[in-house]
């Protein structure tokens, strides 16, 4: 097995030298399975190995002239290398060192993401268990639904999360694919047993059939699991958005001393960072389109998916890095506000406990439809009131004193009756 080289950080990960890095480890591992098969001399792959180097400044001044990135490395490799430098790249096509090499940076991508998610993970997990039984209101279609608590929230995210780890792990199967197969994929010349001991080498697998390339679903799929990603670390972030809104409050981002919020208006705590997920999981969902459309090419291939990837792949991987730190600094700095939650929820008298007493209604006897009415007259006529009490009035309406007493009124109030099971699902996700 060849050395890996240290995992850097992700912006590292899609420079120049790096991908220059992970060419001439392909090169290299193509020379050692050649070697170990009898078709080069051992000898030479142990000199190619010993010299072997390349300047990313010259390789850009030799394709400067060339016109072509592979063939711009091995002429400088082999500026390095000498004679020896024969052997490099026999049989070979430039996408099987292109294609395989990307392969490598994509998996090098995922094992950072996963090690950034299992964090975001944790951070979720903790919030959950702290504030398991912070109760507060549920909200459909943006209006007062009935009670949940903070953790209950929270243990729907670490849920969405768990399921982006499964599908990051999968991914980082799907995506460890090379290719040695030659001009068309044929293996005219180079036997299939060298691709075999190089992917081994390299820790991928060799691609099932690849043409000159391999087939860019594999990359649609990839950039299409950060999309999917991104659009949950925006569901999140817009959630804190809305929680943070000075009419409701629930909870709000840290903010830290000598912080500002507003070039004009000293009271701003803006969501900043709430805002700069969402922005930035757009340009990545934008990305997902792009990479779809690299999947058509021409033949056994073209290059018109090649400028794209250039762009797409570090702009992807970097951003989705990006805004997985900033979703865990945010979830685990996060300010959570109790007494504002049980102000909302007891607004207008308690109309979210408005079910309750519906069902209370109708298992004493009466009609469900004229249990509905009496509910919602109630209701309405407590909504949006300065001094609304859904609660007295329910309590002073004789339809309802015909089938509850206090104490059953009183009982459709309390918001345990809500929360009851809701440990079952915290058992499911081990909170």
Not at 91 to 107: E, H, K, N, P, R
């Amino acid at each position: 097995m060849i050395e890996r080289y240290t995992l850097p950080a992700m912006g590292e990960i899609w420079t120049d030298r790096y991908k220059f890095k992970t060419w001439l480890q392909v090169e290299i591992a193509v020379c050692e399975a050649q070697a170990e098969l009898g078709y080069i001399p051992a000898a030479a792959v142990e000199e190619i190995k010993a010299k072997a180097n390349f300047d990313p400044a010259r390789i850009l001044e030799i394709e400067a002239e060339v016109r072509h990135d592979v063939i711009a490395f091995l002429t400088n490799v082999n500026e390095y290398v000498g004679d020896a430098g024969r052997y490099i790249h026999l049989g070979m096509t430039s996408s099987d060192v292109l294609d395989t090499a990307l392969a490598l940076q994509m998996v090098a991508s995922l094992d950072l993401l996963l090690e950034s998610l299992e964090e975001l993970v944790q951070a979720i997990r903790y919030q959950a268990q702290q504030h398991r039984y912070t109760v507060m209101v549920g909200r459909s279609h943006g209006i007062h639904a009935e009670p949940i608590t903070f953790g209950f929230k929270l243990a729907g995210w670490l849920a969405e999360v768990l399921r982006h780890r499964e599908r990051l792990n999968q991914l980082r199967q799907s995506v460890a694919v090379g290719q040695i197969s030659g001009a068309v994929g044929t293996y005219a010349n180079i036997e299939p047993r060298v691709e075999t001991l190089t992917c081994q080498k390299l820790g991928l697998d060799p691609d099932t059939a690849s043409t000159q390339i391999v087939s860019r679903d594999r990359h649609a799929d990839f950039i299409q699991h950060l999309a999917l990603l991104a659009a949950s670390l925006e569901r999140f972030a817009v959630e804190i958005r809305n929680l943070q809104r000075t009419d409701v409050l629930e909870v709000e981002e840290f903010f830290a001393k000598g912080q500002k919020g507003s070039s004009a208006m000293p009271h701003k705590r803006n969501p900043i960072r709430s805002e700069r997920i969402s922005g930035i999981a757009r340009i990545i969902r934008g990305h997902a389109v792009a990479a779809l459309e690299n999947v058509a090419l021409w033949h056994e291939r073209d290059i018109s998916h090649s400028s794209v990837e250039r762009v797409i792949l570090p702009d992807s991987c970097t951003l989705t890095h990006f805004i997985l730190h900033e979703t865990t600094s945010l979830i685990k700095n996060l300010l959570v506000y109790p007494e504002n939650m049980q102000r909302n929820m007891n607004v207008y008298g308690g109309v979210i406990f408005s079910q309750r007493l519906l069902l209370a209604l109708v298992e004493k006897g009466l009609n469900r439809e004229d249990a509905y009415k009496v509910v919602q007259t109630n209701a309405h006529q407590a909504w949006n009131q300065p001094d609304g009490d859904f609660r007295a009035l329910v309590s002073q309406d004789t339809a309802v004193q015909k089938y509850l007493s206090a104490e059953e009124i009183a009982t459709c109030f309390d918001p345990q009756q809500h929360l009851r099971h809701l440990d079952e699902v915290f058992q499911r996700l081990c909170i």
